[in-house]
């Protein structure tokens, strides 16, 4: 009988919303309001530490000008984050899972410090190797920013990290969504970056045409990251990236990014698995309109703002 009625509660109840649990960790976003939109963007996300507002004046000192009002998401803290939650959102070694690759994990009995090996002891929770609490982190403030716009209905959002460099006029943004639209279709795109590439601390530009192996996934088509196509004078079809500082995602990209971390837990730096879908359909501006801010003040490798 016993059998039988977990039999039934799997057949009734999506495979995610059992085994998952990553979601019980994401954090809600407090004080929205109206101004926080543009035209063609329902909402305007800015993740910033409460431990860096000066970061957080940088960019509105950069946007209001264009009369550009990011909404500030308090971003998840790694150097905060409880060992329980860091050992419940990665991914938990199984048999049969790929045993060549090396891995991080946290362990309470040496006060949250770091151990490096390679993946194999069941049952123990692993990120990718030297993967650091604050990426952690990020990953979990991204996807409760989606979680986030999925539940409020929102069709497009513009999400931002707090070491931006406004380039051109954000809000011809606006119009590059209309023209995207034209071109491939509103269900022919998940995510717009607002510049071409991300860069190094020298500024040149640094393309990304590959992908970082996962323990319990393998690409259907990997072929598909190197993927670099023009597709007008505005827009160049992407298969990968690096850098999520920047980017307009339509509903359908909150779906797919949401449920394919919701499934197969954190492992990889955020801007490492956003692209990892199998179906998700990226594109990026030819000429910058929003990119990253050169040698930015970081905490992702540790409590910096600490030191000031």
């Known amino acids: 009988m016993h059998n039988l009625l977990l039999l039934l509660i799997l057949a009734i109840v999506p495979y995610n919303s059992l085994f998952s649990g990553i979601d019980a960790y994401f954090k809600k976003p407090i004080g929205k309001s109206s101004q926080n939109k543009m035209r063609n963007i329902d909402f ?4 910033n530490l409460d431990k860096r507002p000066e970061k957080f004046a940088l960019c509105l000192k950069q946007l209001n000008p264009y009369g550009i009002y990011p909404f500030r ?5 790694g150097w905060e984050l409880p060992l329980t939650v860091i050992n419940d959102v990665g991914v938990k070694y199984q048999i049969g899972m790929k045993d ?53 209905g929102y069709k497009t959002i513009w999400v931002m990290e707090d070491d931006i460099e406004v380039k051109r006029d954000p809000n011809l943004l606006s119009s590059m969504i209309e023209k995207l639209d034209k071109l491939v279709g509103k269900k022919g795109w998940d995510i717009l970056f607002t510049d071409q590439d991300t860069k190094n601390k020298k500024g040149e530009y640094v393309p990304c045409r590959g992908y970082a192996k996962r323990p319990n996934y393998t690409p259907k088509h990997p ?8 597709i007008s004078s505005d827009f160049r079809k992407i298969g990968a990236r ?24 954190i492992f990889l730096p955020y801007d490492m698995d956003m692209y990892m879908p199998d179906d998700i359909q990226m ?3 030819k000429d910058d309109i929003v990119s990253t801010l050169i040698d930015a003040l970081t905490d992702n490798g540790g409590p910096n703002y600490n030191k000031n």
């Open 283 to 285: 594109y990026a501006v």
């Open 242 to 265: 690096y850098g999520a500082y920047s980017m307009i995602v339509r509903r359908s990209g909150m779906k797919k990014i949401l449920g394919f971390i919701k499934k197969y837990k």
């Open 73 to 77: 998401f308090s971003a998840v803290n």
């Open 44 to 47: 305007i996300y800015t993740l």
């Open 223 to 230: 072929e598909r990251f190197a993927e670099r196509k023009d």
């Open 100 to 152: 060549d690759l090396m891995g991080t994990w946290y362990s309470f009995s040496e006060n949250g410090m770091p151990t490096h090996e390679i993946l194999h002891e069941p049952g123990r929770n692993y990120f990718c190797h030297c993967m650091a609490r604050g990426p952690i982190a990020i990953v979990l403030s991204h996807l409760s920013i989606l979680q986030d716009a999925y539940d409020s």
